[in-house]
């Protein structure tokens, strides 16, 4: 109940609720787009109402994303003021940058697309999903390459008067590895959770016999994109595991409870520990079952290379920061990875499994009637991964340069943040009841509901439905 415990709670709750719409928008946005973009190619009266359909549930979507994000920003000053102290002048210019540029194309050219059809040429009115589209996920870059330095600084100094992070290569801070890979893997699990989404959706109305060719042609579109999508963030991760390994080694190792440095090192199947995260009870792993190696080759693409343990990396991470606890809480980094995992495995297996189904009677497969659950999927895996990529850092806010206990605002109290939490909670738990309502209400109305509403510009197609 101290505040730096509460302040993180509620951060990382409006975190992890912000980032359960932030997948979809960046993925479901090229999802309308290509749908608006196939209606233009062909007239086909089938992609526009696709277009319209998908674009009501993106826009939901969309707007509270945008409400619950304001909301974070406003955090760095109220609960982690020495942390802006200290990076403002670093992590400030790509926020900026992704509110001036990013965030303002989004948002301008979405507002074209919504209430400027039949008021702009037919081409600019698609363009403007396009840009839309794009202005989304750059949004996302930006962002991912401020978290980017904080698990990999790059481009600054120290100042040793203002005790501050001061920016002198902006080059190094949007070419750092970290945050590009950062995008890589999140860009992939957007367009995963926007596939996934319209493959369950799609499901659902295939089942009850409603708009068939309409959702035959989504649910085709969503497997082969969710296909792709998932083998891309399954390749992302490995790649920013072995980044991980060699800038953050002792959250690589913490994801694995990997104790004792070893040369193979092996991948653990199952390890139980305390619910500190600082003690290993028992452990059951790969070379009992003859295939040692693996941890080595996540790490280094070969299976022989040494891997640190964690024992290891606290004492030299003790030499070098001084006395203090440097092991994050495994028990959360070791869990969340195999979420994460196991469930991006299982969504590969069953986009592939899908695109098979795909040359059958697929619509009219008992299967079908559980295809609407792999909705929930890649939202488990994106907060799975999320924790753990903030949370295998600890005790870091900045790798290396600034502690958590140091970057909370001095003056808070635990009264100011029992109410601000539960006050956030019952907020975002309301809009969470609001989100779900109108998801559930236009996703089951289907396409008619969504044209009905397009009357003043699509007379003729809404005539033809009636």
């Known amino acids: 109940m101290d505040p730096i415990t509460l302040s993180r709670w509620q951060f990382g709750l409006t975190t992890v609720y912000h980032f359960l719409f932030v997948p979809l928008t960046l993925g479901l946005s090229w999802f309308v787009a290509f749908f608006a973009t196939r209606y233009y190619q062909t007239k086909d009266e089938a992609f526009y109402k696709l277009s319209k359909f998908w674009g009501k549930l993106f826009l939901i979507n969309f707007a509270i994303g945008v409400v619950t994000g304001i909301v974070q920003e406003f955090q760095f000053g109220m609960n982690w003021s020495e942390y802006s102290r200290f990076v403002g002048d670093i992590f400030g210019a790509p926020l900026a940058v992704e509110a001036l540029m990013a965030f303002f194309l989004e948002s301008t050219f979405l507002g074209i697309w919504i209430f400027g059809e039949g008021k702009v040429p037919e081409k600019v009115h698609l363009a403007s999903i396009w840009l839309a589209a794009i202005g989304s996920n750059l949004s996302a870059l930006w962002i991912l390459l401020a978290n980017g330095w904080m698990q990999h600084p790059v481009g600054f100094v120290l100042n040793e008067v203002t005790g501050r992070a001061e920016l002198v290569d902006f080059f190094a801070l949007i070419t750092n590895p970290k945050g590009w890979l950062f995008f ?69 190792s913490a994801i694995e409870a990997h104790w004792e440095t070893s040369a193979p090192a092996d991948f653990s199947i199952l390890t139980i520990g305390d619910l500190s995260g600082k003690r290993e009870v028992w452990s059951f792993r790969t070379s009992q079952l003859g295939i040692p190696g693996v941890l080595s080759f996540l790490a280094c693409n070969n299976f022989d290379c040494e891997v640190k343990g964690v024992d290891a990396i606290q004492a030299e991470y003790e030499a070098t920061y001084g006395p203090g606890d440097y092991v994050p809480l495994m028990v959360v980094t070791y869990w969340t990875f195999r979420f994460m995992m196991t469930i991006g495995f299982v969504m590969m297996a069953l986009a592939f499994f899908f695109l098979l189904a795909l040359r059958g009677n697929y619509e009219n497969a008992k299967w079908m009637k559980f295809v609407p659950w792999v909705i929930a999927l890649p939202y488990i895996a994106n907060a799975s991964g999320w924790i753990l990529s903030e949370m295998g850092r600890q005790p870091w806010i900045v790798q290396g340069l600034l502690k958590v206990q140091d970057a909370v605002s001095p003056n808070l109290t635990t009264v100011d943040l029992l109410i601000s939490l539960i006050g956030y909670t019952v907020v975002y738990g309301s809009l969470a009841g609001a989100m779900v309502y109108l998801m559930k209400k236009y996703a089951i109305a289907g396409p008619d509901a969504a044209m009905h509403e397009s009357v003043d510009v699509a007379p003729a197609l809404v005539g033809a439905d009636d």
């Open 184 to 252: 890589w893997h999140t860009i992939a699990a957007g367009l995963a959770t926007a596939s996934f989404f319209v493959i369950g959706i799609s499901a659902y109305h295939l089942i009850r016999k409603q708009n068939v060719d309409l959702f035959k042609r989504s649910f085709q579109a969503g497997t082969i994109v969710g296909l792709v999508a998932s083998a891309l963030v399954f390749f992302g991760g490995h790649t920013n595991g072995q980044y991980m390994f060699e800038t953050q080694p002792m959250k690589f």
